[in-house]
């Protein structure tokens, strides 16, 4: 076939009003060949672009990026300051959004109050599955309706999670593609058992646990989970999302004009606990915040009067603009940890903590407290790490691949009692465990196990230096605090010494904050390191640990991937996760491909009593759980053995072994039953919500009328 050059004539482009758009370019056939093609073109200002056989005008065309539209057409969206880049930093969800990350595929649950789950903007991601009453031990978490409207507080976190999004109502959740559930369990007595059964609820189906509440905010309490509320947060970790381990969200608390310090709470410095600060718009401390070295990241929140706050959904089919408190940045960082989870669903739970502290931004936050740590990241009492962003996490999310085992430095430091001057120190030399299978390289969670009795428990400081010289404040001034009670066992713990060596001096200091009289003794004192064998910071993040699947069965499951990576679920990964073995498996016939006889790259399980393994069989284990032995002349693990680490003034008798698997398990004997109830005893929480004050509410997108917001916000 003979093809003929072609002058693509230029004289700029002429707009018209048509259906079809005519430029005043032309593709034009000159038949005597490319050089003549040349020289016309050179003569007459022309430009060449080589051979066609064909003779048109031009016509402008439609064409499209085929990316996801990031921005929502909900008509309150324009409301939602947080999410729309209205300010800076923001927290970069239209970044996520626009690589076509929407929570799709994961599984969120909000322990609170109840979740209206007929809502218009929340009934198409409702998920029965991931909702349970245990206030009234049904399947039904519809939130109690009275004048006061006191029971909206976990609608309004549930919408800020996974309210749709292109519906015509209200706004959009951060992740508005996943599945959202409601556990109702503040709406009545709480108990220990209503706790663990609310934070074991569905594990395999459960991904996420969004939680805003916690003991009262007043200045004065130290308080945190009972012994079955601390056994579920254990083996969420150990055994959720197979093995994964389940992710805890928490609020980390509104006590800041009390005083209030969140490493007095037991459940926002658990190790398994992501604990979640607040900042304004303009990137303020909030005058509720509380500042501790457990809080972990932050996200937006309220402020003053003149700031604006949260906007989401509200009981009665409605919608608010007035959402405020830690209990509105909770559920943001749970969906935009969704997010991350759909871009690496097989991300662990220390997996997650590490990529938010490497995505949190401190960038324009003010706090009088910021200070470098030892690894030269910016880290607050007040903010943790700094911003999430979401647009960061997903990206480290997809070349992240998982920390190795988690190891358990214990160093007991003091079993002679010693009497507490007003400036008392106390130094130990660590070597991490060097020589033994709990060396560590790079710290994660610190933790001080301490008892001391004191004549005013308020007036007391404690700080904890880590050998590179990270100051962690780990309960500061309460003067609302006047306790003669001191702490009995309780467990402090910080985050602000994160990839740091634990190897040389740490420094435990005790200051008199209060009146020259006050007097007291430090009876026990234990450094607990957790961390990894690995260099954490010598990580190079450069290359993407997911791939393209090649051959996949009907319901999605991949079979065969790209060289080198192995299927696991739907996904193609570069590694195997914990739990899981690199091995190979014949690709089962298709319809596409009906002689198969290929094998191909696979993750399959390892024995359940294993965390990591070269084969199927219990003396195949090459790394056992947190709290299991590992016996090397038989490759096996043992059972973990769950540690014990809050004893609060408030906590009962521990349970026993029977009561503890009606709770977890669901056995449903009637004399376990009531022997969990009579042993179980009755808190008092709150919501992490200021003040009450006015709030507008929201009608399907318009303004409608103002209540009074005088129950959890």
Known sequence: MITWPM???????HWALAIKIYTNSWAVQVPTGPKEVERIAKKLGFISLGQVHWFE???????????????????????????????????????AWSQGYTGAGVVVTVLDDGIEKDHPDLSANYDPMASYDFNSN?????????????????????????????????????????????????????????????????????????????PEDDGKRVDGPGPLAEEAFFWGAVNGRGGLGSIFVWASGNGGLQYDNCNCDGYTNSIYTLSVG????????????????????????????????????D???????QHSGTSASAPLAAGIIALALEANPALTWRDLQHIVVRASNPSNLSAEDWAVNGVGRKVSHYYGYGLLDAGRIVDLAQKWQTAGVQRICVVKVLTTPQVLTSNHIVRQHVDGCTGTSSYIQSLEHVQAKISLSYSRRGDLEISLISPMGTRSVLVALRPYDTSTKGYKNWTFMSTHTWDEKPQGTWTLKFVNKGDFTNTGFLHDFTLVLYGTDEDMMGRRLEHAVLSDCVTRDKSGKCHECKSSFYAFGNLCLSYCPPKFFKTFKKIPKTHTNPQSSRFALTCDSCHPSCYMCKGYSANDCIACPPFSTYDETMNSCSQPSFPKTHHTISNPSHLPQAAIVTVIFGVTIPLFCLFTFIFSSVKVFQGRHPAAQPSSTIEMGSLTGVTQDGAAT
């Open 278 to 313: 607040s900042t304004t718009e303009h990137g303020n401390v909030p005058w509720y915040s509380e500042a501790c070295a457990s809080t972990l990241t932050t996200t937006f929140s309220s402020g003053i009067s003149t700031e604006r706050k949260i906007l989401t959904t």
């Open 57 to 95: 005008q031009q016509t402008i065309n439609q064409r499209y990026k085929r990316q996801f539209k990031a921005v929502p057409t909900d008509p309150c969206f324009w409301k939602q300051w947080y999410l729309n880049n209205d300010v800076k930093p923001n927290l970069g969800v239209l970044t």
């Open 315 to 321: 009981i009665r089919l409605r919608c608010t603009d």
């Open 138 to 214: 049904d399947p039904d978490p519809q939130p109690r309706y009275n004048p006061s409207d006191e029971n909206r507080h976990g609608t309004r976190c549930a919408g800020e999670v996974a309210a749709a999004a292109y519906n015509n109502i209200c706004g959009a959740g951060i992740a508005f593609n996943s599945k959202i559930g409601g556990i109702r369990m503040l709406d009545g007595l709480i108990t220990d058992v209503i706790e663990a059964q609310s934070l074991s609820l569905n594990p395999q189906h459960i991904h996420i646990y969004s939680a805003s509440w916690g």
């Open 7 to 13: 002058v693509f004539v230029i004289f700029g482009l």
